[in-house]
């Protein structure tokens, strides 16, 4: 029996899905089969926890139409370890968890707590589950550390996504067993580029090289001798030489799928044997490595593009800012120090503008976003946050890095093997209606069609950067599209308006780049590739996977030339790309946890302090305001903003008040008070300066500025 929602459509009885918990006491049930999320009230969720899978039934609807929903049964309870901070509160122990998505404390027996004290950072976990009438029960399995040690947020942050921080004992002692260097039979088979100055180019602290670059003038076209193009050779660390399918080494780099970056610290994907001697490009040591070799014309079009083994001797390790310096004073100081590169530099630098140029024809999508790094001092506090900024050097290199992982994603799709592919869809619908009518808000002419192209965003982004909201408006555009994924179903990389992309370039640090390695290296060979043993699927798995088969349902391999056949090779590899994909979004976000952490507590020390700053994002419950001083953001809620009723305008991106009419719009400057650091739930509240204060009221100040251009 199926009941019936209010517009008739049928309801199952029992729907299954994934528990998400809110700190403040409700959950949702993320449904399997992609429906909209259910909510269940506090009392539901006083026998589950976050992350539990349960079979749920729709009680009622509320007002708003949305599904509330009855717990039935609980399918499935996994391992997870909770960290937390352990108290005892009047004689009891207790772990109270540091993820507010879980809702209960731990009751722990004072045997089961062990060495810990009050007080400290410990893991538990649970011995018996939450129950109607009960809390779960749970014991002390690993002591962290006090709150303040310096690098807690980041052992917090590990734990608390499940990133893997270890190596297995195999994988430590099969590295160990690897040489100190090239040896003499590993040059069998492969082209000696040993005399070819190839350098590598990264930033000040970079500790291990995946790349590296040569640049000369060629004849690309036609019968001359004068030259018409450049030769670009690409040159990436052959990991697969040394990381064998199905190995030790393979089975943990496989589960981490990719290396995670923290402030002052990084958990590789490859133990530092490998990621920072034996694979890393390293100058004046021969490495293995495997080489895209391209010939580019005028027009910043490969023509043509072989891959093959080699060994390569790097001749300078560079950084952005040395190279930065040579292109813009060929006789300076630093072009002095390595006279000898100068040349090469000019002639990557002149490749690297024909490469632009033919990105800007094919009409790619190149945003400008404010990116920040943080800068920490040796205990792990915040000096400051500074802006990260990107030279020509950074283009140059990103440029050539596109180039190849182009040629590879050709390269295996005529090679007729399968493989993964990085692949980036156009805005959805629901996300495209909202960047339309925020732009029609703001009378941007240059609208977008039903099925935007890449160059219509470029084209907006274009007729936009000298507007003073111009961030504003790029951030919109980019918060429109679909994160990319890795899929061995083929269907372009939308914003690099690519019809084939992937990833060859970093197999030091990604998982899928090495799965490419193998691939280029079967074609070349005329063998099948083999895939390692595949992970057992978790809940970031599902997601995706109902988002790439909802995607290959309506898609067609080779962007619409050839019938998908769902083979069952076809979907390993899938699993293989959900597996990477999943675990990629695991480490930007536990990354991102450890910079809100490090935020929050860097904004503990300025409470109650002024800041000018700019409304970032606009929601029904207030504005997140971005300090331009700190590039430090917090929310400013709508009950802040004064006594009359305010009503959010989700096609404007903004906040009207009914009586006033005063208006808080994306890009409005405020001035703002930091009122309140959460530190647990990473969370900064600001308040705007009244009238009585120093400044004039910021909402009218942005009103009036608005009102007077006649926009938002």
Same mark, same amino acid.
């Given at each position: ?7 008739? &459509?049928? #309801? ?47 009680? $009622? ?8 929903? $009855? ?7 996994? $391992? ?21 998505? %879980? ?70 002692? @099969?590295?160990?067993? #690897? ?90 994907? #490859? ?9 890393? *490009? ?42 930065? &310096? ?25 490749? %690297? ?31 400051? +946050? ?75 982004? @274009? ?21 990319? #994924? ?36 079967? +074609? ?43 083979? &069952? ?60 001083? *700190? ?52 969370? +900064? ?28």
């Amino acid at each position: 029996m199926k009941k019936e929602t209010k517009t008739g &459509a049928a #309801l199952p009885d029992e729907i299954e899905g994934t528990v998400q918990g809110h700190r403040d006491g409700h959950g949702f049930v993320s449904r399997d089969d992609g429906g909209a999320d259910i909510y269940l009230p506090p009392g539901e969720m006083r026998a589950v926890l976050h992350r539990d899978r349960v079979k749920v039934r729709v009680a $009622r609807h509320d007002r708003r139409g949305r599904p509330e929903g $009855r717990v039935l049964e609980i399918v499935e309870r996994p $391992r997870q370890p909770i960290i937390g901070r352990l108290l005892a509160e009047g004689g009891v122990w207790l772990v109270a968890p540091e993820d507010k998505r %879980y809702g209960q404390d731990v009751l722990v027996a004072k045997p089961a707590a062990g060495q810990a004290k009050a007080g400290q950072i410990v893991v538990a976990e649970l011995t018996e589950p939450p129950a109607l009438y009960g809390q779960p029960v749970g014991r002390v399995k690993e002591v962290l550390g006090e709150i303040d040690d310096p690098g807690m947020e980041i052992e917090i942050a590990v734990r608390k996504y499940g990133v893997p921080h270890e190596f297995s004992e195999a994988a430590v002692a @099969q590295a160990r067993t #690897l040489p100190d260097h090239v040896l003499p039979s590993d040059g069998k088979g492969r082209i000696d580029l040993t005399d070819v100055p190839l350098v590598t180019i990264d930033g000040e602290d970079a500790r291990d090289f995946d790349d590296a670059v040569y640049c000369q003038p060629a004849v690309v076209s036609g019968r001359g001798k004068k030259p018409n193009g450049w030769r670009l050779l690409v040159a990436i660390a052959d990991v697969s030489h040394y990381v064998k399918t199905g190995s030790a080494l393979d089975a943990d780099a496989y589960e981490r799928a990719t290396s995670v970056y923290f402030p002052r610290r990084v958990i590789p994907m #490859l133990p530092e044997k490998l990621s920072n001697g034996l694979c890393s *490009l390293n100058p004046q040591v021969e490495r293995l490595c495997m080489v895209c070799d391209m010939l580019v014309n005028a027009q910043g079009e490969v023509t043509a593009y072989q891959f093959y083994p080699a060994v390569m001797r790097s001749h300078a390790r560079l950084t952005y800012t040395e190279v930065a &310096a040579i292109l813009t004073n060929t006789h300076g100081p630093e072009a002095q120090r390595q006279s000898a590169r100068v040349q090469e530099l000019l002639h990557l630098h002149d490749v %690297y503008r024909a490469l632009l140029a033919a990105r800007q024809a094919r009409g790619a999508v190149d945003l400008e976003t404010v990116e920040t790094e943080i800068i920490c001092d040796e205990a792990g506090r915040i000096q400051r +946050i500074a802006p990260r900024t990107r030279n020509d050097a950074h283009k140059l290199i990103e440029e050539a890095m596109l180039a190849a992982n182009v040629c590879a994603a050709d390269f295996i799709a005529q090679g007729k093997q399968p493989g993964l592919y990085r692949v980036h869809d156009g805005p959805p619908p629901e996300k495209l209606e909202v960047l339309q009518g925020y732009l029609t808000a703001l009378g941007i002419g240059h609208g977008l069609s039903q099925e935007p192209r890449p160059s219509e965003f470029q084209r907006i982004a @274009q007729a936009t950067q000298e507007r003073p909201d111009a961030e504003q408006i790029h951030t919109m555009l980019l918060r429109s599209m679909s994160q990319a #994924l890795y899929t061995p179903v083929n269907s372009g990389h939308f914003g690099l308006a690519f019809q084939a992309y992937t990833h060859f370039t970093s197999p030091i640090r990604r998982y899928p780049d090495l799965l490419v390695h193998r691939v280029i290296k079967a +074609i070349l060979a005329g063998r099948k590739v083999r895939l390692p043993p595949l992970p057992t699927p978790g809940e970031a798995h599902a997601k995706l996977g109902k988002r790439l088969q909802k995607n290959s349902a309506s898609s067609k391999q080779n962007n619409g030339k050839q019938p998908i056949r769902r083979t &069952a090779e076809l979907q390993a590899w899938e699993a293989a790309g959900l597996h990477c994909s999943a675990n990629e979004r695991r480490a930007d976000e536990a990354s991102r946890d450890v910079q809100a952490w490090l935020k929050c507590k860097y904004m503990r020390e300025h409470l109650g302090e002024e800041y000018d700053g700019t409304v970032s994002a606009v929601t029904g419950f207030g504005l997140f305001v971005t300090l331009r001083q *700190l590039y430090v953001e917090g929310l400013v809620h709508i009950t802040e903003l004064g006594g009359e009723y305010f009503r959010f305008d989700e096609a404007r991106q903004e906040l009207r008040g009914e009586r006033t009419g005063i208006r808080y719009g994306l890009g409005a400057k405020v001035r703002v008070q930091v009122s309140r650091v959460d530190l647990d739930a990473r969370k +900064i509240d600001f308040r705007p300066v009244r009238e009585s204060d120093a400044s004039p009221p910021p909402a009218k100040a942005a009103g009036a500025k608005r009102a007077g251009r006649g926009k938002i």
